[in-house]
C-alpha cells in the first residue's frame, strides 16, 4: 500500500503543479495516467461504477466526483483533484485541493482550514483511539470558521478494495472516543470536505458530480493512513506524515 501510495503522492504533485487557468481537467487526467504507467500502477477510480477517468477532479461549486473533460480552469476558483492507484492489488487513495491562479482570501482560508482538518484527522489515527476521534477532529477544526461539512460523503476503509468497511464520518455527533477501536494494522482513507456556505448538496445529471446547493466553493483533501504501533503512517505522503504529524 505504501508503494501504491507513493504512485498517488507523485501524480498529485505532478498534476498540482500543472494547475492554472486555461487547462483542461481533461489535460489534468491525462497527467494522471501519465503517472500510473510510469509508476507500473493501474487505477482504482478507472471503470469503477463505470467511471471514465483516472482522476476526479472538481472545481468551484463541485465537491466531489467531478468528470475530467473539456472543463477550462478558471482564475479564482478552487480545484480539487481526487486520484487513486493500484499496486499489486493493494489501493492507495488521496485528494489535494490547488488554487487556480489568484483567489480571494475568503476561498484560501477555507482551503487552509480543510487541509489543517485532515491533519487533525490524521493524527488521531494511532493505538488507542476511536473511530470518531477522526470527526471530532475536522468538525473541531471546521465548525468555528462557520462552513458547512457534508453529512453524506466520508471516508472509507482502503485495502485490496478501494472501498471497505468502516465509513469515515467527518463528523461525531456523539463525540470523541466513540466507535470502532483503531489498532496495529487498519487502513483508511480520511477526506474532509468543507463549503463556503452551507451543506447541502445535489448530483448533477451525470450521476457523479456533486455540487452545492448555493453555488458556493468547496475544498477537499484526503489522505491514506495507516495504523502502526509508532503512530499514524500517511502512505499516501511523500514523507509518510513526518512533517505535518
Known amino acids: 500500500m505504501r508503494r501504491a501510495g507513493l504512485v498517488v503522492a507523485e501524480g498529485l504533485a505532478r498534476m498540482s503543479e500543472a494547475v492554472r487557468p486555461g487547462i483542461t481537467t481533461l489535460d489534468l487526467d491525462r497527467i494522471g495516467r501519465e503517472v500510473l504507467t510510469a509508476g507500473g500502477a493501474t487505477s482504482s477510480f478507472l471503470g469503477y461504477g463505470g467511471f471514465p477517468a483516472v482522476t476526479c477532479i472538481s472545481t468551484g461549486s463541485e465537491v466531489v466526483h467531478g468528470i475530467p473533460g473539456g472543463r477550462v480552469l478558471e482564475e479564482g476558483e478552487l480545484c480539487s483533484i481526487d486520484f487513486g492507484a493500484v499496486v499489486d492489488g493493494w489501493h492507495g487513495d488521496a485528494a489535494v485541493t490547488v488554487p487556480v491562479g489568484e ?136 514523507d509518510g506524515g513526518a512533517s505535518e504529524l
Request: with cysteine.
Open 103 to 238: 483567489c480571494s482570501a475568503e476561498v484560501l482560508e477555507l482551503n487552509r482550514v480543510t487541509r489543517e482538518s485532515l491533519w487533525a484527522a490524521l493524527r488521531t489515527v494511532r493505538v488507542g483511539g476511536r473511530l470518531s476521534d477522526i470527526g471530532a477532529a475536522v468538525e473541531r477544526t471546521v465548525r468555528p470558521h462557520g462552513y458547512g461539512l457534508l453529512d453524506d460523503y466520508t471516508g472509507h476503509g482502503i485495502g485490496r478494495a478501494m472501498h471497505e468497511p468502516p465509513h469515515v464520518p467527518n463528523q461525531a455527533p456523539d463525540g470523541p472516543g466513540k466507535g470502532m477501536a483503531l489498532d496495529v494494522g487498519i487502513v483508511l482513507a480520511v477526506e474532509p470536505m468543507a463549503t463556503l456556505g452551507g451543506p447541502e448538496t445535489s448530483v448533477l445529471a451525470d450521476d457523479w458530480t456533486v455540487v452545492t446547493d448555493d453555488g458556493r466553493q468547496a475544498a477537499h483533501w484526503e489522505h491514506t493512513v495507516a495504523v502502526t504501533p509508532d503512530g499514524p503512517w500517511v502512505l499516501t505522503a511523500l
